[in-house]
């Protein structure tokens, strides 16, 4: 199997730039730092689609379609992030280098995606129940009496776990096999009706 070079990902990143690709697509005005047109994401007749090349980030205000200038071809361009970077490089003269990953090594690494992705569920899982649910009244209560303001608490990221099955049992619908829960530590062992 091969794969882009990190390097070569880190390169096609530098050599980025968002302007000239957007305009690629879009015809820009400028107005101040940022530009503005059509957005080619949805049908509009006004502009609501900024490009702010300072950040090498656009954004919709009429669809809320934003990101980066990956984000913008993954969606424009119907690629995933190997495909959008091969097309960048393609877009802006990088050479490209791959190199030969073994298929274990591979699937080392995608076993690592997913189980970030899966803390990084949990996590937003835990924080609206801290935040948006009767069950998390208590907690916010709790913080509030620590004098724990509701700032400090988001940029850390705490969360409510209400025990109970909810969501192992979603993680486990979406695809999660239990040994990957367990691993990810969202999972008490031998308990298949553990809180998650
Ligand atoms: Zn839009």
Known sequence: MARIKDT????????TEILPLVEDYVRLRKTGGTYK???????????????????????????GEGGDAIAFVEKLEQVDFVGAIEFLAQRFNIEIEYEEISPEAARKRERGKRLEQLL??????YERMLWESDAGAFAREYLAGRGLGEDVCKAFRLGYAPGGPTLGRRALQEGYTQEELLTAGQLEDDDDDASF
């Open 8 to 15: 070569s990902v880190e390169a096609v990143k530098a050599a």
């Open 37 to 63: 047109g059509l957005c080619p994401f949805h049908q509009e007749r006004t502009p609501s689609f900024i490009v702010t090349p300072a950040r090498g980030t656009f954004k919709c205000f009429g669809c």
């Open 120 to 125: 990084e569920r949990a996590t937003v899982f």
